[in-house]
């Protein structure tokens, strides 16, 4: 038997019998399509060149470094390229990178790719894509954008488009080179819609995610404060924004957040309450400061002179800053040893005073003042200075319907009442008293223990009457002339008559 011979009869024996109508199936589903078709293998320069545009998925193949190219496989067999230098760290083969297809290059067959988010230069507008990242120069301002260079190509960007925060002033844009997305294509007009908004966005939603996956409670994170509000600061911490409420920027009290930080400044924060649900963060600046009241009741025991700053003046007082955070209440009562009406017709606003500590309590973090006990006390010598009947001069501080305050020396006051105001009688103490006028009073009685001096003003009045009418009376009758004196009468009869001799 022949070699041919046994190869027919080889092929015969393992050859499969053949159904004419499965065959005929086969060729009618088959009717058209090519092999290549069939396996997946097309012509890129035909079918792939007007599908294939956007955004599209590709696996890194191999990496030109020579070239700085990236060589790509993607569906359907159809390879691309794309720039090295887009990556900020390098690829390894088989990774799955999102490109966008900037064109289809006839002469090597094969499409020419950017990463998506990088930025591109090309100038042609018929390559341009919505979505397409480019970058240009901000190159003039308007009243509704500004204006950017891109190549030899204008492209205009909203104000809304700018940032993902609102500018008051966007000239502080111009100049600068961005990177910006496309949002609208006239390329009959040649004219681009752009929005550095988006790039942004996309760069604080990929931020986000990793800060998202290290953020903890108590932890210490540095920021940029973004913004100043009423109610405290957002902070940016890479991705996302925290609030720092106005009570947690300073241990001071009644303190505004432009008081204590800026938009722009650099800032450490601690967390101190992260919602990964909401994605709401909480920040304090305070807590990572030194507290003030730590240690206060060694520092300032009760009985103490301190010397403080007016850091706000309330109807019921003035808030004294010992130290920076450290703030204590200084009552109207305890400012004077006179009667105020207002705490402002002694204090000003940044005055600074010396006081003494009436009170404390270190764990309500509470404080009490006193400016009248930080001086000498006036009623210790009322009684030596002071007696019944002397008459001196004061000033009237106040009235009220049963009389009026007489000020004698700072912090001492006595009382004249209305029925010792005038001899005459009155109905109200304004007819003969008015604030701020000087008078000369006569000490009725001084009281030092209950810290009360009783005092008239009608009684040197009638003194002084009194005195005045004894020396006009002296005055007339040393003036008047002498009286002589009369002579006796001649008597008749008696014994002076003589009758009886």
Excluded: C
Aim: zero cysteines; proline letters at 4%.
């Amino acid at each position: 038997m022949t070699q041919d011979s046994f190869a027919d009869q080889s092929k015969e024996k393992f050859r499969i019998d053949v159904d004419p109508e499965l065959d005929k199936s086969i060729d009618d589903a088959l009717a058209g399509v090519s092999i290549d078709e069939l396996i997946g293998v097309s012509d890129p320069t035909k079918e792939g060149r007007e599908r294939m545009k956007g955004l599209v998925t590709g696996t890194v193949h191999s990496i030109n470094l020579p070239k700085n190219e990236i060589l790509i496989e993607l569906d359907g067999k159809n390879q691309g390229v794309a720039p090295l230098d887009q990556f900020e760290v390098e690829p390894h083969v088989g990774e799955v990178v999102e490109f966008n297809v900037e064109r289809y290059d006839e002469q090597e067959s094969i499409y020419r790719l950017n990463k998506k988010g990088a930025a591109v230069s090309t100038t042609d507008i018929d390559l341009i894509q919505p979505g397409q990242v480019l970058e240009g120069q901000v190159s003039g301002v308007n009243k509704g954008g500004l204006e950017v260079q891109i190549g030899t190509l204008r492209a205009f960007m909203p104000a809304g488009q700018i940032d993902v925060q609102f500018h008051k002033d966007i000239s502080v844009f111009l100049g600068q080179r961005i990177k910006v997305a496309v949002q609208k294509v006239d390329r009959r007009g040649k004219n681009l819609i752009v929005s550095r908004r988006q790039i942004v966005e996309a760069e604080r939603n990929e931020l986000k995610g990793k800060l998202f996956e290290e953020l903890a409670e108590g932890q210490t994170r540095r920021g940029t404060i973004r913004s100043v509000m009423e109610y405290g600061a957002f902070v940016d911490l890479g991705g996302a924004d925290g609030l720092i409420h106005v009570s947690e920027l300073t241990h001071r009290r009644g303190t505004k957040a432009s008081d204590v930080v800026r938009e722009g400044d650099i800032v450490d924060v601690k967390v101190t309450k992260f919602d990964r649900d909401t994605g709401k963060i909480s920040l304090s600046l305070k807590q990572l400061m030194a507290d003030p009241w730590a240690g206060v009741e060694a520092k300032y025991p009760v009985g103490t002179s301190v010397t403080g700053r007016v850091a706000r003046i309330e109807k019921f007082g003035a808030f004294i800053e010992i130290e920076d955070g450290l703030e204590a209440l200084l009552p109207i009562s305890e400012i004077s040893w006179q009667r105020i009406n207002t705490v402002s017709d002694v204090l000003k606003q940044d005055d600074i005073i010396k006081l003494s500590v009436i009170s404390l309590d270190p764990s309500a973090k509470k404080m009490s003042l006193s400016l009248r006990q930080a001086g000498p006390d006036p009623w210790k010598t009322a009684s030596e200075k002071y007696h019944k009947f002397d008459v001196v001069t004061g000033t009237i501080t106040r009235t009220v319907d049963f009389g009026a305050f007489v000020e004698l020396e700072p912090g001492l006051e006595g009382l004249v009442h209305i029925s010792e105001l005038a001899s005459q009688r009155i109905k109200s103490v304004g007819e003969v008293a008015k604030p701020g006028q000087q008078v000369e009073v006569r000490i009725v009685e001084v009281d030092a223990e209950k810290r009360r001096i009783s005092l008239s003003i009608k009684q040197v009045k009638e003194v002084a009457a009194a005195l005045a009418q004894a020396a006009a009376d002296e005055a007339a009758a040393a003036a008047a002339p002498p009286v002589k004196p009369k002579k006796p009468k001649q008597l008749r009869g008696g014994l002076e008559s003589g009758w009886f001799k």
